[in-house]
């Protein structure tokens, strides 16, 4: 069957054989040592994200590849090229999400929000924003759709990435505060983490603030080095600092080992406290502002507050 859009360039401009090829290998060595280091410290629960953004971007740059090599006018390869790329960084962002939750859970008493809902809550809006960005982007890929929509689209879920960056590092940045005041901020189990996940989010904020401006100057859109600047080398940097800074080395593989308030002795206590309020009061409120301005359960800070008091069953760490 004869392509219709023969002769036609999708890219607008010749992408690149070698920087394709090169970022193609450099994600998938990325991803494959990250899928090394998920076996190896069995924290597949909270890094696989790693490797599923990076074999993401394995698979967008294969068909950039196809383009490359003169394929430049089939729509589909194109649209999936640029889908997956798109998707890719909100992934990342979600692994953050999930490690600093593993942070809270290993200091709880000094966590501004239960452990078990920073993921649950900056990933409904991550999944959110995901969708968003996978049909923004196949509305601008497709010549066949109105591409006002998809950009549209892609500024409402850049805005609301945004948004939810800067929420979660001013989150961070409290907790991390108060484990200053504690004393405790040097742990290795925080400050090497905190301190890597700022990295990160920095890192993907450039990257989600070149996507709103490519979509809004034509110069920017037209040309390809902006694109390996600001999004492939800025993800693959937070690809690679990952493996170099794996999380699973200073952190408790299970959610009941707690850092004492000393900041050297690791406390062993029971699960977290259940949160049994109705799905609603979970998702829009997960700092429990209803049950503080009520003065209700409190027997989940109490519970925590007995842990950071080393009153459970104890051992010494060499995390500090």
């Known amino acids: 069957m004869a392509n219709p859009y023969e002769g036609y360039n999708f890219w607008i401009y010749v992408p690149n054989k070698g920087a394709a090829i090169f970022f193609l290998v450099a994600f998938f060595i990325s991803a494959a040592i990250h899928f090394w280091q998920c076996y190896r410290y069995k924290s597949a629960r909270v890094t696989g994200l790693f490797v599923a953004s990076g074999f993401l971007y394995v698979v967008g740059f294969a068909f950039r590849i196809n383009g490359a090599f003169g394929n430049y006018d089939e729509l589909g390869p194109y649209v999936v090229s ?33 452990p078990g809902r920073v993921l649950s809550t900056f990933g409904l809006l991550s999944l959110v924003i995901e969708g968003i960005n996978g049909v923004a982007a196949s509305f601008i890929a497709n010549p066949k759709s109105n591409p006002t929509i998809g950009s549209v689209l892609m500024w409402a879920a850049l805005v609301l990435q945004i948004a939810i960056l800067i929420s979660f590092v001013v989150i961070a940045g409290y907790f991390h505060r108060r484990c200053a005041q504690a004393g405790i901020a040097g742990a290795r189990g925080i400050q090497r983490n905190l301190t890597t996940l700022y990295v990160s989010v920095a890192l993907i904020l450039i990257r989600t603030v070149y996507r709103g401006v490519e ?31 794996h999380p699973a080395p200073y952190l408790p593989a299970d959610t009941t080992t707690y850092l004492a308030r000393d900041g050297v002795t690791e406390v062993k206590g029971p699960e977290p406290p259940k949160d049994t309020r109705p799905m609603v009061l979970k998702v829009f409120d997960p700092w429990r502002i209803a049950d503080l301005c009520r003065r209700q359960d409190k027997s989940e800070q109490k519970t925590y507050e007995e842990l950071g008091q080393g009153r459970n069953e104890v051992r010494s760490t060499g995390l500090v």
Do not use: C, Q
């Not at 942070?103 to 966590?111: D, E, N, R, T």
């Open 82 to 114: 640029v889908a997956l790329i798109y998707v890719s960084p909100p992934l990342l962002s979600l692994a953050n999400y999930d490690i600093l939750g593993r942070i809270f859970y290993y200091v709880p008493y000094l966590s501004p929000m239960a």
């Open 215 to 245: 979509h809004s100057v034509k110069v920017v859109l037209s040309t390809e080095w902006p694109f390996y600047v600001f999004e492939a080398t800025l993800m693959l940097i937070n690809m690679y600092m990952w493996n170099a800074r």
